[in-house]
């Protein structure tokens, strides 16, 4: 049974507008920033804006449950490069996109 969905579109120019340390501290985590500081920088902004949007489709799909901070959203890939998301006791699937100039992402919150 599905509990909640969420979709979020970034335009990948904002985020190359808004990058700093400060910006990235605010959306990934911990492992996420050690991940991204071994990228060259336009790989960095990619990475960003998916985690971005994923994020904040997944806090979509949480509404009327809980509002998780961005940092402790950690999103990992699998051996194939698939998405996933380990979040208390939440079973979440989420979806990354990028398509020239934005990236997507989808969330599903099952029973």
Do not use: C, W
């Amino acid at each position: 049974m599905i509990l909640g969905i969420g979709t979020d579109i970034v335009d990948i120019s904002r985020v190359r507008k808004a990058i700093s340390n400060a910006f990235l501290a605010k959306v990934l985590s911990g492992e996420e920033l050690e991940k991204a500081a071994s990228m060259s920088e336009e790989r960095k902004i990619q990475f960003t804006a998916g985690r971005f949007a994923a994020k904040e489709a997944i806090i979509k799909a949480l509404s009327g449950h809980e509002v998780p901070d961005l940092r402790d959203l950690n999103i990992t890939n699998n051996e194939k490069g698939k998405p996933e998301i380990v979040y208390k006791d939440y079973k979440l699937e989420i979806s990354i996109s990028h398509e020239k100039d934005y990236a997507i992402a989808f969330a599903v919150l099952q029973d």
